[in-house]
């Protein structure tokens, strides 16, 4: 090998894998159209009320709605939230109060290096109507130029969100392509995403998401990576899985629970930390742990759960999951105003009615919510198990990285996580047969 030779191939290496002095790796990424192995989510699109309210301003303004369209309204989608909201706080569309209120119910720390100060168009307007016969007509302006006038009138997919939607199925056959800007490499970057569409007459509501992923190759494996269950294209957080995840006959596999930001996944006994994504260098960012695996602390199953310390709402007495050691202890983070979280609830009456207490502790983390609301709660529903209120000094929720509910964590005598996210006649049957072994 010559020395032109040599050189080439070291500038390779060090294009492909950058390791710095801290043991992260950046590892590039490349596009890929569907969902891959992950489960998918739909987002709600943001239909324009017809008053005023605080964020007017940051709405889309279009011309080229059909001249024969009446009682029109008007929405957009978003592509990346947080650079929306930073770009609007930027501009004085959003209150320096609003956005310090949006950064503390995300628990968002603007990445700057990851943000642009130019106005980027991150949103795709769209406009409808119901026509005479109750069906929806709707325009979305796929090349992001503001005028409505060059693109197609079309009916979305209508669903039943009361029954299983197979995303995969309308995903291959009504997305259509659209246009936004991103941030790459500090230059604002134009990109293509597919777009799936669908409404929900019961909801009156248009739900979408963006079928679309990102792949890293490492260490001859394929990493898949997510952003916010497709619902945006941000990757502000992210999830990975490997892409061999799947069964011996070829289907897909519905990953329930993938690797999320500050998680670890393993490569041939080597644990790394999972940093999270770069979208303006578009890399994948890990970092190689110095400690071992069975040391990790962490969110995820086969780690040991995060240790807290948060007081009983209704008897003010402590409560610490190291005094919970010795016996199987249920996390369900939950909030008053999710319905899914309250439909829960009689399913857990009957799990702790039945199970031995030493054997199960459940301990409800309730976010986002009001004390007087709770207090409310659980006299109505009569509420037996211990909760606790996560908050700014206890930060369960944070320690945990829950951002959506109910979210559940089964935590074994050891003080391992060995479930997560399982409800109902499920969540039952896992108990049950663990405890009776």
Wanted: one cysteine or more; proline letters at 3%.
């Amino acid at each position: 090998m010559n020395i032109k030779t040599t050189l080439l191939t070291v500038i390779c290496l060090h294009s492909l894998l950058c390791y710095s002095q801290n043991n992260r790796i950046e590892i590039p990424l490349s596009i890929k159209n569907g969902y891959g192995s992950f489960e998918s989510a739909l987002g709600g699109a943001n239909t324009y009320p017809e008053l005023d309210y605080s964020w007017k301003k940051t709405q889309l303004k279009v011309v080229g709605v059909p001249k024969n369209w009446t009682n029109v309204k008007f929405g957009d989608i978003e592509t990346n939230i947080y650079q929306s909201m930073y770009q609007n706080y930027l501009l004085g569309n959003i209150t320096k109060e609003n956005y310090e209120e949006l950064k503390k119910s995300w628990n968002w720390t603007p990445d700057i290096k990851n943000l642009s100060k130019k106005l980027l168009k991150t949103k795709i307007a769209y406009a409808y109507i119901k026509d005479v016969e109750g069906i929806i007509k709707m325009v979305i302006d796929v090349n992001n130029n503001l005028d409505l006038g060059d693109d197609k009138i079309f009916t979305p997919a209508y669903v039943n969100v009361d029954e299983d939607i197979n995303k995969d199925s309308l995903a291959k056959n009504i997305t259509i392509n659209v246009t936004f800007e991103s941030l790459v490499n500090n230059k604002k970057t134009v990109k293509i995403a597919p777009l799936l569409i669908t409404y929900v007459s019961k909801m009156d509501l248009f739900l979408y998401n963006f079928p679309q992923y990102k792949t890293a190759q490492f260490k001859n494996e394929e990493i898949a990576v997510c952003s916010d269950g497709f619902t945006n294209l941000s990757y502000e957080n992210p999830s990975i899985t490997l892409t061999n995840k799947v069964k011996k006959d070829g289907k897909k596999v519905a990953l329930r629970n993938p690797i999320l930001k500050n998680e670890y996944i393993d490569f041939k006994n080597e644990t790394y930390k999972f940093i999270g994504v770069n979208t303006n260098n578009n890399v994948l960012i890990l970092e190689k742990s110095k400690i071992l695996k069975n040391e990790l602390t962490g969110s995820q199953i086969g780690f040991k759960a995060q240790s807290f310390v948060g007081s009983n709402f209704k008897t003010k007495s402590t409560i610490s999951l190291q005094n919970l050691k010795g016996k199987y202890v249920l996390l369900d983070f939950w909030a008053l105003w999710c319905g899914p979280c309250r439909k829960e609830i009689p399913n857990l009456k009957v799990l702790y009615d039945k199970v031995d207490k030493s054997k199960l502790e459940i301990i409800g983390v309730v976010c986002e919510s009001k004390e007087a609301e709770l207090h409310k709660m659980i006299n109505e529903q009569a509420i037996g198990w211990p909760q606790i209120m996560s908050d700014d000094i206890n930060k369960i929720k944070e320690l945990y990285g829950v951002s959506s509910y109910p979210t559940t964590f089964l935590i074994n005598p050891e003080g391992i996580i060995v479930a997560k996210n399982l409800r109902g006649q499920e969540l039952e049957e896992e108990i049950m047969s663990l405890i009776a072994k």
